[in-house]
Nanobody
Framework: QVQLVESGGGLVQAGGSLRLSCAAS????????MGWFRQAPGKERESVAA???????RYAESVKGRFTISRDNAKNTVYLQMNSLKPEDTAVYYC?????????????????WGQGTQVTVSS
C-alpha cells in the first residue's frame, strides 16, 4: 500500500483559491486511481474528484468547473486546485488511493487514506 501525506489546506475567503497536494510513497503510484474526499462536521465523507492511472477524471457536481484534479506520476503526487471557493466547501479534505481502480471508486473501496487537511472558507 501507499502512504499518503496531504498539504495545502488553510483559511481562505469566499471566492479565493487553494491548492492541495498529496505525496505518496511507494513505487506503484502510477497503478493507483487517486481521489480527494471531504467531510464536513455532521456529514458523511463524500467524493470530490478522482483521477485514474491513465488520466481520466471525474468530479462531483458541486465542484465541476471550480476544482481541477491532476497527478504527476514522476513525483508521486496528486493535486487538487480549488478555485471560486464557497463557504460550503469547508471540510477536512482527504487524499485517497485505490489500487487498479477506476475514477468511480467510493470510500468503501479506498486502500489508503491520508491524514486529512482542513479547508475553511469564510463568507
Amino acid at each position: 500500500q501507499v502512504q499518503l501525506v496531504e498539504s495545502g489546506g488553510g483559511l481562505v475567503q469566499a471566492g479565493g483559491s487553494l491548492r492541495l497536494s498529496c505525496a505518496a510513497s511507494g513505487r506503484t503510484f502510477s497503478s493507483y486511481a487517486m481521489g480527494w474526499f471531504r467531510q464536513a462536521p455532521g456529514k458523511e465523507r463524500e467524493s470530490v474528484a478522482a483521477i485514474g492511472w491513465s488520466g481520466g477524471k471525474r468530479y462531483a457536481e458541486s465542484v465541476k468547473g471550480r476544482f481541477t484534479i491532476s497527478r504527476d506520476n514522476a513525483k508521486n503526487t496528486v493535486y487538487l486546485q480549488m478555485n471560486s471557493l464557497k463557504p460550503e466547501d469547508t471540510a477536512v479534505y482527504y487524499c485517497a488511493a485505490n489500487y487498479g481502480g477506476s475514477v468511480y471508486f467510493q470510500a468503501t473501496g479506498v486502500d489508503s487514506w491520508g491524514q486529512g487537511t482542513q479547508v475553511t472558507v469564510s463568507s
